[in-house]
């Protein structure tokens, strides 16, 4: 006679699981790194983690309703269905810190039952997990399209969820959000688009599989996509400008969103010519930009 467990759970709780992306492979070739290291940009992880665990306090969780836990490379973010615009507000925080820190999230949001105190558990965290390591594939938020059909989710999200190429499935576009959220306060949105440029022809340029270019190709196409959508907006900004941008640690004169796009065309274009005539061989092949 075989046990039944009983595992607590909450019903009509929501969760995101997000998993950094490359974060195993980064821990084991950053190893032997230094904070005095000079031959390339430093980004210091115990900082980013014990920022978020600041401002995620016990105190602030409590107050926005949500639970919130990194442990290695995932990060997972729970609260009852009904606050769902608060799970979309600390996505969109932490996108923005990982990004400019050029770190990647690929992750799903789904909704059902789970216990979640200092562990988690319960077939709505399944389902998140399993979204993001079988059917995410690119660095996005995937959420099924009858879980968001019933979200009461809020135009400031919402109006950036869309249809994605996976049937069934919904995708959160995190450029286009952030650059609407940034234009609304009447923020300077360049330093971003350049690091998160940056970051993209970086981490494409040492990519040797399809399977990581992919992922790099995916990401320019939508970085491109909100940059021309908000083109007006972005030149504005670096007219205002009085001193260049940050490009791989060089200081760039910026002066129109055009640059961005030629910036990012090679990688785009590498999507084109690996789909028409390289599918399946190895980035060597696949590849028509130097890396």
Same mark, same amino acid.
């Given at each position: 006679?075989?046990?039944?467990?009983?595992?607590?759970?909450?019903? $009509?709780?929501?969760? %995101?699981?997000? +998993?950094?992306?490359?974060? !195993?492979?980064?821990?084991?070739?950053?190893? $032997?790194? @230094?904070?005095?290291?000079?031959? +390339?940009?430093?980004?210091?992880?115990?900082? &980013?983690?014990?920022?978020?665990?600041?401002?995620? !306090? =016990?105190?602030?969780?409590?107050?926005?309703?949500?639970?919130? %836990?990194?442990?290695?490379? !995932? &990060? &997972?973010?729970?609260?009852?269905?009904?606050?769902?615009?608060?799970?979309? =507000?600390?996505?969109?925080?932490?996108?923005?810190?990982?990004?400019?820190?050029?770190?990647l999230l690929r992750g799903a949001i789904a909704l059902g039952k789970i216990y979640h105190e200092h562990n988690i558990w319960g077939p709505a965290f399944i389902r998140a997990v399993r979204i993001e390591a079988n059917i995410a594939v690119y660095p996005r938020v995937l959420l099924q399209k009858g879980v968001y059909q019933i979200l009461d989710i809020d135009?400031?999200?919402?109006?950036?969820?869309? @249809? =994605?190429?996976?049937?069934?499935?919904?995708?959160?576009?995190?450029? +286009?959000?952030?650059?609407?959220?940034?234009? !609304?306060?009447?923020?300077?949105?360049?330093?971003? &688009? =350049?690091?998160y440029g940056s970051f993209i022809r970086h981490y494409y340029n040492k990519a040797k599989r399809p399977d990581h270019l992919v992922k790099y190709v995916w990401l320019a196409e939508k970085l491109a996509s909100a940059i021309k959508k908000h083109s007006g907006y972005i030149d504005g900004c670096l007219a205002s400008r009085s001193k260049g941008v940050n490009i791989l640690g060089k200081v760039v004169r910026i002066t129109s969103h055009k640059q961005y796009l030629e910036y990012l065309e090679p990688i785009k274009l590498d999507r084109i010519m690996q789909t028409l005539h390289f599918p399946g061989t190895d980035s060597s092949s696949g590849s028509h930009w130097q890396r």
């Amino acid at each position: 006679m075989s046990k039944a467990l009983y595992l607590n759970l909450k019903d $009509n709780q929501l969760v %995101l699981f997000a +998993d950094i992306i490359g974060f !195993s492979n980064a821990v084991m070739e950053n190893k $032997n790194v @230094t904070q005095d290291d000079k031959d +390339d940009l430093i980004v210091n992880l115990h900082v &980013i983690y014990n920022q978020f665990i600041e401002k995620y !306090s =016990s105190r602030r969780q409590e107050k926005m309703g949500i639970k919130f %836990l990194w442990v290695s490379d !995932s &990060i &997972i973010v729970t609260t009852p269905k009904e606050n769902v615009n608060q799970l979309f =507000s600390v996505l969109v925080d932490i996108t923005n810190t990982l990004y400019c820190a050029g770190l990647l999230l690929r992750g799903a949001i789904a909704l059902g039952k789970i216990y979640h105190e200092h562990n988690i558990w319960g077939p709505a965290f399944i389902r998140a997990v399993r979204i993001e390591a079988n059917i995410a594939v690119y660095p996005r938020v995937l959420l099924q399209k009858g879980v968001y059909q019933i979200l009461d989710i809020d135009p400031c999200y919402k109006d950036f969820i869309e @249809t =994605s190429e996976t049937p069934g499935y919904m995708q959160f576009n995190y450029f +286009d959000c952030y650059i609407t959220q940034m234009m !609304s306060q009447g923020k300077d949105v360049t330093s971003n &688009i =350049s690091i998160y440029g940056s970051f993209i022809r970086h981490y494409y340029n040492k990519a040797k599989r399809p399977d990581h270019l992919v992922k790099y190709v995916w990401l320019a196409e939508k970085l491109a996509s909100a940059i021309k959508k908000h083109s007006g907006y972005i030149d504005g900004c670096l007219a205002s400008r009085s001193k260049g941008v940050n490009i791989l640690g060089k200081v760039v004169r910026i002066t129109s969103h055009k640059q961005y796009l030629e910036y990012l065309e090679p990688i785009k274009l590498d999507r084109i010519m690996q789909t028409l005539h390289f599918p399946g061989t190895d980035s060597s092949s696949g590849s028509h930009w130097q890396r």
